[in-house]
């Protein structure tokens, strides 16, 4: 079916604008990890225009350029990123890192928690939520998925997209992924050197990054592909003669390292692999809009977690099979 993305996005800002003028508190935006944030430019702009001031929130430390891009805000109108919420700005991003420090009163508040990774659950969110709703009477909430508190919902997961969203692989083993590697896993590696591919090694612990980076380069060997811990990685990312394997315990780094090819999360049925680490993992490969690029979790038992991430990715190509912008 061929999009009209331009009146899908009408039909969008119509719907935000009537719920702007209705006496709704909230509207949950439904969308995919890593999806766009630009959806917002218009109703922001209808806010600051009016004189009114908008509170974003959201997981980076810093404005969002994309929404900035858009806007074009007439002279006189200011944007800034605040961490003490004392910024008298039209425009204030936020990290939800810093929300214990809103203090002033908003026209509209946004909450995302798509277009970057945050560690938050949906009780931390209806907790934000209640907090946000003392200093705004408008209150969007972007997310991954639908919480307890929302009752009114705008699926938008499927716009402006085509592509299928990435599922996880899973590879159980019985092995000490400390001491030894399956051999489904190794075959893997031998793939992703050929390839020459850029990987992301993901583990629960940061004593894991030191244990894996020796058995890595010290007993497996393999040429032609360079190792390298998180904390080093930017001076080799540019390396295109051979593998680069990257090991980490921080999601900032496997979403922030562009041009991944692959993530390989070892020990994923640790309590700290929940499902929203692994749809973001595959929504950061998603972007790549290729054939070939694998989020695979190496664990001794499947959980509840990748069966919940596992459901979650199968209802987006689902959504999209339905509306027929999915072939196989």
């Known amino acids: 079916m061929k999009r009209t993305v331009n009146k899908e996005l009408k039909n969008l800002n119509k719907a935000m604008e009537n719920w702007l003028a209705s006496n709704e508190n909230l509207l949950f935006m439904y969308g995919r990890p890593f999806q766009s944030n630009t959806i917002f430019i218009d109703i922001i702009r209808k806010v600051i225009k009016n004189d009114g001031k908008v509170l974003y929130l959201w997981g980076y430390e810093g404005v969002s350029s994309e929404i900035v891009k858009g806007l074009s805000l007439e002279k006189g109108k200011k944007i800034s990123y605040s961490k003490d919420g004392l910024s008298n700005s039209n425009l204030v991003f936020m990290s939800l890192k810093y929300t214990y420090n809103i203090i002033k009163n908003y026209d509209l508040?946004?909450?995302?928690?798509?277009?970057t990774y945050f560690k938050i659950n949906s009780f931390g969110l209806e907790s934000l939520y209640n907090k946000c709703r003392i200093h705004s009477k408008k209150i969007i909430v972007y997310g991954i998925e639908s919480c307890s508190f929302v009752n009114r919902i705008i699926d938008i997961s499927n716009f402006k997209i085509t592509n299928r969203f990435l599922e996880p692989r899973i590879i159980t083993t019985r092995i000490d992924l400390n001491k030894d590697i399956p051999y489904?896993?190794?075959?893997?590696i031998l793939w992703f050197k050929e390839r020459k591919s850029k990987i992301a090694f993901f583990v629960p612990y940061y004593e894991d990054i030191e244990n894996l980076y020796n058995y890595y380069v010290q007993e497996i060997k393999i040429e032609g592909v360079k190792v390298i811990?998180?904390?080093?990685y930017k001076n080799d990312l540019n390396?295109?003669?051979?593998?680069?394997?990257i090991i980490t315990n921080n999601m900032e780094?496997?979403?922030?390292?562009?041009?991944?090819?692959?993530?390989?999360?070892?020990?994923?049925?640790?309590?700290?692999?929940?499902?929203?680490?692994?749809?973001?993992m595959c929504g950061k490969l998603t972007t790549n809009n290729d054939n070939i690029s694998e989020v695979i979790l190496v664990c001794k038992e499947i959980t509840e977690e990748m069966e919940k991430a596992?459901?979650?990715t199968r209802e987006f190509n689902k959504k999209l099979w339905e509306e027929h912008y999915l072939s196989l």
């Not at 508040?109 to 277009?115: F, G, P, R």
């Not at 489904?184 to 893997?188: P, T």
């Not at 811990?229 to 080093?232: I, L, M, P």
């Not at 049925?269 to 973001?280: C, G």
């Open 239 to 245: 390396i295109k003669d051979r593998a680069i394997f």
């Open 229 to 232: 811990k998180a904390e080093n």
């Open 109 to 115: 508040v946004i909450i995302d928690d798509i277009s």
């Open 310 to 312: 596992s459901k979650l």
């Open 184 to 188: 489904s896993l190794y075959d893997y």
């Open 253 to 280: 780094d496997v979403c922030k390292i562009s041009q991944l090819d692959g993530i390989v999360t070892l020990f994923a049925d640790n309590d700290k692999i929940d499902y929203k680490k692994i749809l973001y």
